[in-house]
Antibody
Framework: EVRLLQSGGDLVQPGGSLRLSCAASGFTFHSYAMSWVRQSPGKGLEWVSGISPRGDSTFYADSVKGRFTISRDNSKNTVYLQMKSLRPEDTAVYFC?????????????WGQGTLVTVSS | SYELTQALSVSVALGQTARITCVGNNIGNKNVHWYQQKPGQAPVLVIYRDTNRPSGIPERFSGSNSGNAATLTITRAQVGDEGDYYCQVWGSSSWVFGGGTKLTVL
């Protein structure tokens, strides 16, 4: 069974940093691209970032480029999202998701979500 | 940047057919994926690459894509089909979501 277990969400002050983790199990992690998607309270889904299976290609939404960094450790079956210079508008539930294969394919499994709140 | 437009809400009578549309410039040339999201839950993929159903998704869910619009069709709508539905496409090295459509089954 595919499982994506997320952790790291928290309350952080504007300008602060936070790292989210997504631990995968039940599949050959290094064969699949992964992404982060967020959802602000009461709003729709927004794709944040994606990473290729080997980690050699990364992609970012314009809204987070230069502030967020996606990475993965295939030896630990974990994908990360390092967030810096956080803003109130980054407040959202963040989901990690597995792609069917490459980053350009659909997302067939999702984590449970973790809440990030940016507020003073 | 590429934009996808969805109606805010769609209502359907129990047992009837619901159609949720996603409009984008020449969207027929792209692969469209559809997700269902129920309150407090993570999204679930219901259609990928325009017309394909993942395992476990009922045959009542189908998709089409042509020209400037893609459509998710749900036949014999059930109360359990209520939720928000999002279309998504891969653009220029980035993903784009539609704004989402809230489906209500009356």
């Amino acid at each position: 069974e595919v499982r994506l277990l997320q952790s790291g969400g928290d309350l952080v002050q504007p300008g602060g940093s936070l790292r989210l983790s997504c631990a995968a199990s039940g599949f050959t992690f290094h064969s699949y691209a992964m992404s982060w998607v967020r959802q602000s309270p009461g709003k729709g889904l927004e794709w944040v970032s994606g990473i290729s299976p080997r980690g050699d290609s990364t992609f970012y939404a314009d809204s987070v480029k230069g502030r967020f960094t996606i990475s993965r450790d295939n030896s630990k079956n974990t994908v990360y999202l390092q967030m810096k210079s956080l803003r109130p508008e980054d407040t959202a539930v963040y989901f990690c998701a597995r792609h069917r294969t490459t980053v350009s394919t659909s997302k067939d499994h999702w984590g449970q979500g973790t809440l990030v709140t940016v507020s003073s | 940047s590429y934009e996808l437009t969805q109606a805010l809400s769609v209502s359907v009578a129990l047992g009837q057919t619901a159609r949720i549309t996603c409009v984008g410039n020449n969207i027929g040339n792209k692969n469209v994926h559809w997700y269902q999201q129920k309150p407090g839950q993570a999204p679930v993929l219901v259609i990928y690459r325009d017309t394909n159903r993942p395992s476990g998704i009922p045959e009542r869910f189908s998709g089409s894509n042509s020209g400037n619009a893609a459509t998710l069709t749900i036949t014999r709508a059930q109360v359990g089909d209520e939720g928000d539905y999002y279309c998504q496409v891969w653009g220029s090295s980035s993903w784009v979501f539609g704004g989402g459509t809230k489906l209500t089954v009356l």
